[in-house]
């Protein structure tokens, strides 16, 4: 049975930083790249950031490009997000994905075949 399970959202304030990481199960992880999209209240669902399966590439959003970080630890089937510089425009509920490829860094949430439940994160001014 495949999981994805998202940890470390929460309440924070701007300027501040949280880490965000996803536990992966069910699926060879270190075959897959990974992503993080986010969805803000009455917003479609948006990118944030892509890593390859053996994570020496990444992809970022321009709009987070310099305050987040994507990684992953393939042998804990863990996959992390870093943010750090928080506005309140990043308050949304934060989602985890599998691609269905190993090799490629892809915004489209239509190539991931895999989803977490999301984590809620809340930035306050």
């Known amino acids: 049975q495949v999981q994805l399970v998202e940890f470390g959202g929460g309440l924070v304030q701007a300027g501040g930083s949280l880490r965000l990481s996803c536990a992966a199960s069910g699926f060879t992880f270190s075959h897959r790249a990974m992503g993080w999209f986010r969805q803000a209240p009455g917003k479609e669902r948006e990118f944030v950031a892509a890593?390859?399966?053996?994570?020496?590439?990444?992809s970022y959003a321009d709009s987070i490009k310099g305050r987040f970080t994507i990684s992953r630890e393939n042998a804990r089937n863990t996959l992390y997000l870093q943010m750090s510089s928080l506005k309140p425009e990043d308050t949304a509920v934060y989602y985890c994905?599998?691609?269905?490829?190993?090799?490629?860094?892809?915004?489209?949430?239509?190539?991931?075949?895999?989803w977490g439940q999301g984590t809620q994160v809340t930035v306050s001014l």
């Open positions: 994905a599998a691609d269905s490829s190993a090799n490629l860094v892809r915004p489209r949430p239509e190539v991931y075949d895999y």
């Open positions: 890593i390859t399966a053996n994570g020496r590439s990444t």
